[in-house]
């Protein structure tokens, strides 16, 4: 006998569930790429897109992931030689920072580890350090998805604003757009960058970046613009061909359409709501478990965790024991950790993290809860008891403080 049949829930950090609807979405004939539907379905994605990264300026979209959205935003804000502050907390971070190396700039990393959020302060300080003004962009992960960090992208733009240095600021949302509440304009980011297959609720192969005017107008003089990635190539959706730097993503944009027409109807304000209140009973979940067991948030500070997603530790290997589990006995596939030990480490098997981020509501979450909970009893595994009902009673405490669908009016603006 097997518990786990019915509809699996892979609760790893992206790729997140998907909604039925973007899913029937896809299902219909290719259409014609040169005139139509598609085009219009396109140009109307545009304003959506900027309403969901809060900005009124320019959004490029790309037939990628994550990584090209990384290369596709390096290549239009630098030039060879250039340098980069790449401020780390986590493996994301690094990935960024890599991608920079490997493409010919200059890299000065500023590394806050991976349990603590990155310290403005020490932006400040190294941006008031560079007084001939080599640093041309400031990268931050928004979340980064390993550690389950989340940073303050307000305060570090306030930090950058305090020493009046120019250098662009350039955030990596893949993990938090559509999940963190997130102001681009507001924020005074210059550079957003996504990817469909996570807050989205979209396939994996679609990529996004938001750029300010200013970097729009820095980007004119990068030299490591190419044919692909050029934002420039990327604001007119008139001939999609050229637009998407050929075929365009036919299905994808169908379901994103979808997707982002249920997140209008829902509202950014709800959906940031959404996500924190449902962080909230995990959180609540493995305080109560750690009182009488050795799991532990990876980040302590409460103001510095994710909403999107959680990263957990018990003693090496309950956390591959527990995923196992999980996934043969409840039907629940939990992430394996990113960055938080070698692969071959011993420790590795200690760590792992739940996804918690797009199409997801009260429920999922308590299924998410009462099967580790479960797992920790069939297992042995120590841990205090009371997660499922620490859970339950946070969200009834919190019930009435999200607004539901129905109560925002299907408004998007907001
Ligand atoms: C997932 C993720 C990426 C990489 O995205 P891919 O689509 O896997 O290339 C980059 N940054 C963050 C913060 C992510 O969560």
């Known amino acids: 006998m097997s518990l786990s049949n019915g509809r699996h829930y892979l609760a790893i950090p992206g790729p997140s569930v998907l909604p039925d609807a973007v899913l029937q979405a896809m299902q219909r004939p290719a259409p014609n790429i040169y005139t139509g539907e598609l085009v219009d379905l396109t140009h109307g994605l545009i304003p959506d897109l900027k309403k969901i990264a809060r900005t009124q300026h320019h959004v490029a979209m790309y037939i990628s992931n994550g990584h090209g959205v990384w290369?596709?935003?390096?290549?239009?804000?630098?030039?060879?030689?250039?340098?980069?502050?790449?401020?780390?907390?986590?493996?994301f971070g690094e990935g960024w920072a890599d991608v920079a190396e490997k493409l010919g700039a200059k890299v000065q990393r500023l590394d806050f580890g991976k349990t603590i959020a990155i310290d403005p302060a020490k932006v400040e300080q190294a941006l008031r350090a560079d007084t001939d003004h080599s640093i041309k962009v400031v990268l931050v992960t928004h979340v980064d998805t390993a550690t389950s960090l989340r940073n303050d992208i307000k305060a570090i733009r306030a930090a950058i604003d305090a020493t009046g240095h120019p250098a662009l600021y350039a955030v990596d949302c893949v993990a938090s757009m559509g999940c963190e509440t997130f102001e681009m304009d507001a924020w005074g980011v210059d550079v957003a960058i996504a990817a469909s297959q996570k807050g989205l609720m979209t396939p994996a192969g679609m990529g996004f970046v938001w750029a300010s005017d200013k970097a729009l107008a820095v980007g004119q003089t990068s030299d490591m613009r190419t044919p692909y990635w050029d934002w420039n190539l990327r604001t007119d959706p008139t001939h999609l061909y050229e637009f998407f730097g050929g075929t365009p993503p036919t299905q994808h944009l169908y379901a994103l359409r979808t997707a982002v027409d249920m997140m209008m109807d829902e509202?950014?304000?709800?959906?940031?709501?959404?996500?924190?209140?449902?962080?909230?009973?995990?959180?609540?979940?493995?305080?109560?478990?750690?009182?009488?067991?050795?799991?532990?948030?990876?980040?302590?500070?409460?103001?510095?965790?994710?909403?999107?997603?959680?990263?957990?530790?018990?003693?090496?290997?309950?956390?591959?024991?527990?995923?196992?589990?999980?996934?043969?006995?409840?039907?629940?596939?939990?992430?394996?950790?990113?960055?938080?030990?070698?692969?071959?480490?011993?420790?590795?098997?200690?760590?792992?993290?739940?996804?918690?981020?797009?199409?997801?509501?009260?429920?999922?979450?308590?299924?998410?809860?009462?099967?580790?909970?479960?797992?920790?009893?069939?297992?042995?595994?120590?841990?205090?008891?009371?997660?499922?009902?620490?859970?339950?009673?946070?969200?009834?405490?919190?019930?009435?403080?999200v607004t539901t669908p129905a109560e925002a009016g299907g408004c998007c603006s907001g």
């Open 71 to 91: 290369e596709a935003s390096l290549t239009n804000m630098i030039s060879r030689g250039d340098t980069v502050l790449a401020c780390l907390s986590g493996a």
């Open 267 to 401: 509202g950014m304000e709800n959906i940031w709501n959404r996500h924190a209140v449902l962080a909230g009973a995990y959180w609540a979940a493995v305080d109560a478990w750690g009182q009488g067991g050795d799991l532990t948030l990876n980040v302590a500070d409460p103001a510095q965790r994710s909403h999107a997603v959680t990263a957990l530790k018990l003693t090496e290997p309950d956390g591959t024991r527990l995923r196992d589990w999980l996934t043969e006995h409840m039907g629940v596939t939990l992430g394996i950790p990113l960055g938080m030990a070698a692969w071959d480490a011993p420790e590795w098997h200690g760590y792992f993290r739940i996804g918690h981020m797009g199409h997801l509501n009260a429920q999922m979450v308590l299924g998410v809860i009462g099967a580790i909970e479960t797992g920790f009893i069939a297992l042995g595994i120590p841990h205090g008891t009371g997660g499922v009902t620490a859970a339950t009673q946070f969200l009834a405490s919190q019930v009435g403080t």
